[in-house]
T-cell receptor, first 111, second 120 residues
Framework: QKEVEQDPGPLSVPEGAIVSLNCTYS??????FMWYRQYSRKGPELLMY????GNKEDGRFTAQVDKSSKYISLFIRDSQPSDSATYLC???????????FGTGTRLLVSP | GAGVSQSPRYKVAKRGQDVALRCDPI?????LFWYQQALGQGPEFLTY????????KSGLPSDRFFAERPEGSVSTLKIQRTQQEDSAVYLC??????????????????FGDGTRLSIL
């Protein structure tokens, strides 16, 4: 079993929809939780990060962490076609020397 | 440019050939990471440098994989006697400070666009 699990999708939604992307993890030592966005044939770019449990909002994006359930979510409001990409959750290992990534969820937002 | 630069962007090699992939990190960045991303998968850690020191190579799949960063800036990932299973995108990332991949405001990890390696 992988340390970080993520549904690969694809997830197809119409423009304007609210999108929910999720990951589960098994290592209770993880403290930081990140979401990266990766466009086709590009490198991942950091979208948001949170520390410990709780919510964090940035524009149309909200990241949510529930450490008791080992479950993290990324919500996208008013989704746009430009949001079409693969969304990767990631967590630094205990020594903070590497990131452990989920498989990535491919999101398609149709106009 | 201001970002992490990787070359070549695409590399095709025959099975058994040796390949070398280059990473130019952001100037002044202390930490450098290599990841391997197979098709439809998330990136997987290969190795980590702090300046010229290779502090973690636990993710290298076999002794055919070798990475170096001799002067603490440019890094090269070398794969000897390539196999078909080596086909993947190889991503390089750098961050400002050493010893951590933690994404505090001073030092997120910046990724390059990768080298897409195809072994025939």
């Amino acid at each position: 079993q992988k340390e970080v699990e993520q549904d690969p999708g694809p997830l197809s939604v119409p423009e304007g929809a609210i999108v929910s992307l999720n990951c589960t993890y098994s290592n209770s030592a993880f403290q930081y939780f990140m979401w990266y966005r990766q466009y086709s044939r590009k490198g991942p770019e950091l979208l948001m990060y949170t520390y410990s449990s709780g919510n964090k909002e940035d524009g149309r994006f909200t990241a949510q962490v529930d450490k008791s359930s080992k479950y993290i979510s990324l919500f996208i409001r008013d989704s746009q076609p430009s949001d079409s990409a693969t969304y990767l959750c990631a967590m630094p290992n205990t020594g903070f020397q590497k990131l452990v990534f989920g498989t990535g969820t491919r999101l398609l937002v149709s106009p | 440019g201001a970002g992490v630069s990787q070359s070549p962007r695409y590399k095709v090699a025959k099975r058994g050939q040796d390949v070398a992939l280059r990473c130019d990190p952001i100037s002044g960045h202390v930490s450098l990471f290599w990841y391997q991303q197979a098709l439809g998968q998330g990136p997987e850690f290969l190795t980590y440098f702090q300046n010229e020191a290779q502090l973690d190579k636990s993710g290298l799949p076999s002794d055919r994989f070798f990475a170096e960063r001799p002067e603490g800036s440019v890094s090269t990932l070398k794969i000897q006697r390539t196999q078909q299973e080596d086909s993947a995108v190889y991503l390089c990332a750098s961050s400002l400070r050493g010893g951590t991949a933690a994404p505090d405001s001073n030092q997120p990890q910046h990724f390059g666009d990768g080298t897409r390696l195809s072994i025939l």
